[in-house]
């Protein structure tokens, strides 16, 4: 449980913080005031910790992680969309693949970390947008996760998809367009995708979507978006400005949405489809899941050689 420490309202504590810019690893007793943005469980190698997307009020994000050990009295009391003032954290070199923000360094969580609340009220959500063109370039990143909005163009049905394990994962594939009309193919697996495909059963007109913190990868030598794990955040039709400007530039008459079958459902469908593979509408799966070793899968909550 909380300490009444841990959770009092916090008094003129803004005076003494920092913004995540002057952070540095030479010590430990910074103060910090952030807002929360993300947060999940996260299991590596049977160890399990709690992440975190935090932001200062000039829009800096940092990448935060607490074991285990703290999840209860400290991970617990950082409440998603709220303030809260930090002090009393180690500072390390960010590193490894699916990285959440571009912060050289990540926050980690000890002993003596102190969470006091804030009263501070704002609703940002500080996106950082990436742009087709820029996806498309094929130049980003893909140790980074991006930011990436757009109208749901074209839609498959829910797959269930045997695992390795025997675990099955839902799968959906579907693509993105943008106000320019340049698309992305993408594949979502897990509650992302039986809530997005719901949701586009239920709207009416043009479904937009906003999907944070998602992975850059490859499939069969082109680019594709998907989710990181729960590392991921998608928002149907959000309620932002981004999205209601992207709205009133689409001609829904010119854009409208359709379903797709893949082309490697059953050998009986192959023979059937012959030579229409190559008919609008239709493409191939995506790979079950990317080629990775359980290193590659570690977020920026570690510093590793892969």
């Known amino acids: 449980m909380a300490t009444k420490m841990q959770i009092q309202t916090s008094k003129d504590l803004n005076d003494q913080s920092v913004v995540f810019g002057d952070l540095k690893p030479w010590k430990n007793t910074w103060l910090v005031h952030v807002k929360v943005l993300h947060a999940w469980k996260q299991y590596i190698q049977s160890v399990e910790t709690m992440e975190f997307v935090l932001a200062d009020e000039t829009g ?7 074991k285990r050990t703290y999840i209860e009295s400290k991970g617990r009391i950082l409440t998603v969309g709220a303030w809260h003032y930090l ?19 990540k926050m980690v969580f000890n002993q003596n970390t102190v969470i006091t609340r804030s009263n501070h009220v704002n609703d940002e959500l500080y996106l ?15 140790n980074f996760l991006i930011d990436v909005l757009g109208q749901v163009m074209d839609c498959a049905d829910v797959e269930n998809i045997q695992c390795t394990g025997g675990k099955q994962r839902k799968k959906l594939e579907f693509t993105l367009s943008d106000i320019n009309d340049l698309r992305l193919p993408y594949c979502i ?35 594709q978006i998907s989710n990181a ?4 955040q998608m928002i149907i039709n959000p309620s932002i400005a981004e999205a209601e400007a992207f709205k009133e530039l689409i001609n829904d008459d010119d854009k ?18 012959g030579d229409q593979s190559e008919k609008r509408g239709q493409r191939d799966k995506w790979l079950l899941f990317p080629t990775k070793s359980i290193q590659e899968m570690i977020t920026s909550t570690q510093v590793s050689s892969y």
């Open 128 to 142: 950082n947008l990436t742009d087709f063109q820029s996806v498309l370039s094929g130049t980003l990143d893909e």
């Open 87 to 105: 002090r009393n954290f180690q500072i390390t070199p960010a590193g490894g693949a699916y990285r959440t923000t571009d912060n050289t360094w």
């Open 60 to 66: 800096q994000k940092i990448h935060a992680t607490c």
């Open 256 to 273: 409208t949405l359709t379903s797709f079958q893949s082309n490697e459902d059953s050998q009986e469908d192959n023979n059937k489809q």
């Open 189 to 223: 697996w897990g509650n992302l995708a039986e809530k997005l495909h719901s949701a586009i059963n239920q709207e009416a007109g043009m479904v937009t979507t906003l999907l944070r913190f998602a992975k850059l990868g490859r499939f069969r030598g082109e680019l």
């Open 229 to 232: 794990f729960d590392a991921s």
